[in-house]
């Protein structure tokens, strides 16, 4: 039998949602089941926790949870990694800063700190903001839960502030990312003379329940319309970061990354379709990419991959514009 003391780690791990805790506690028991000769066992314990390393990242999982919480939030198994988002150099070097302050909070709480763990992400649409927050996720081995303003909102007095507090006390018991997307929704400009008192009541709950939160908890949040915010929302985060749409450096990079996933030559340079889709952000560039891919396949063995890439960028040109 393992010892008392990683039996009661496993079941903290598993409560807490740690995985880093849940991942040392199984190596320790398969050290001391591989020194009493149990190779068996030992060997099973470390292919699984190898397995779970190394699960295909092609899908990405989402589920309903309501597991203490009301159904408040979704859950998403992180997939995918901070190395695969393109970002601006700044962008990059904060983000990797705060995945550190995490992973080595203890010594920083040896000298009396805490990890930052408020993250503010604002720009325009389709530019990684998301993408962004399940990455973060992914680094930290941590569940990644998103709010669903559909069942936080409610249509009475003081109905959306009480759910709130319900959906705070779930997070504070777990090591997670809390990503709010949108949050313009909730977190709006309290001067508003168009909102209503309840709104500005919401708000004041908000900053008061992110206040509280212990930094095991990374609260991500993201906004197209920053200039919609609270100003008092704006000093809750520690780092506050734009995620601007694609220079031609990165759509051109994201092309050469496409042209090595699909194993063939592209028939044009990365930079040229960079240039061609200027005006593309890096959900375009993605949904761009992905329709290659399927017309490729489809068209195997005997595809011509220019011909299809040609094909593509004459449906791009053609496509329906926002307020067009």
């Not at 397995?51 to 597991?67: C, I, L, Q, Y």
């Not at 994201?254 to 990365?270: H, M």
Request: include cysteine; aromatic fraction near 6%.
């Amino acid at each position: 039998m393992p010892r008392a003391d990683l039996i009661v780690n496993l079941v903290r791990a598993g409560t807490q949602g740690d995985q880093g805790l849940f991942r040392s506690t199984v190596e320790a028991i398969a050290a001391e089941e591989r020194a009493k000769h149990h190779n068996l066992l030992a060997n099973r314990l470390e292919e699984n926790l190898r397995t779970a390393n190394t699960r295909p990242k092609s899908a990405e999982v989402v589920r309903s949870f309501d597991g203490g919480h009301g159904g408040l939030l979704y859950e998403i198994e992180p997939r995918r990694t901070l190395d695969s988002v393109l970002l601006p150099d700044e962008v990059s070097q904060s983000i990797k800063e705060l995945v550190e302050e995490q992973q080595r909070r203890d010594i920083l709480r040896s000298y009396g700190l805490e990890p930052r763990h408020r993250l503010l992400l604002s720009g325009p649409p389709g530019n990684g903001k998301t993408t962004l927050a399940e990455a973060v996720a992914y680094e930290l081995m941590a569940p990644l839960f998103v709010v669903r303003y559909e069942a936080v909102i409610g249509s009475f007095l003081g109905e959306t502030s009480s759910r709130l507090k319900r959906l705070f006390d779930f997070v504070r018991t777990h090591q997670c990312v809390l990503f709010f997307d949108e949050f313009d929704t909730l977190g709006k400009e309290r001067g508003d003379t168009h909102e209503t008192g309840e709104i500005k009541r919401v708000v004041s709950s908000l900053l008061l329940q992110i206040d509280s939160l212990p930094s095991h908890v990374v609260v991500v949040t993201a906004t197209n319309h920053a200039e919609l915010l609270d100003r008092a929302v704006w000093r809750r985060f520690q780092l506050r970061l734009n995620m601007p749409t694609p220079t031609l450096e990165q759509k051109t990079k994201w092309f050469s990354r496409f042209e090595e996933q699909i194993g063939q030559r592209l028939g044009l340079t990365p930079k040229t379709l960079a240039t061609r889709l200027k005006d593309a952000n890096f959900s375009d560039l993605e949904e761009f990419c992905q329709d290659i891919h399927r017309r490729y396949v489809l068209a195997m063995p005997d595809g011509n991959l220019r011909a299809i890439i040609n094909d593509r960028l004459a449906h791009w040109q053609n496509r329906v514009q926002p307020n067009a």
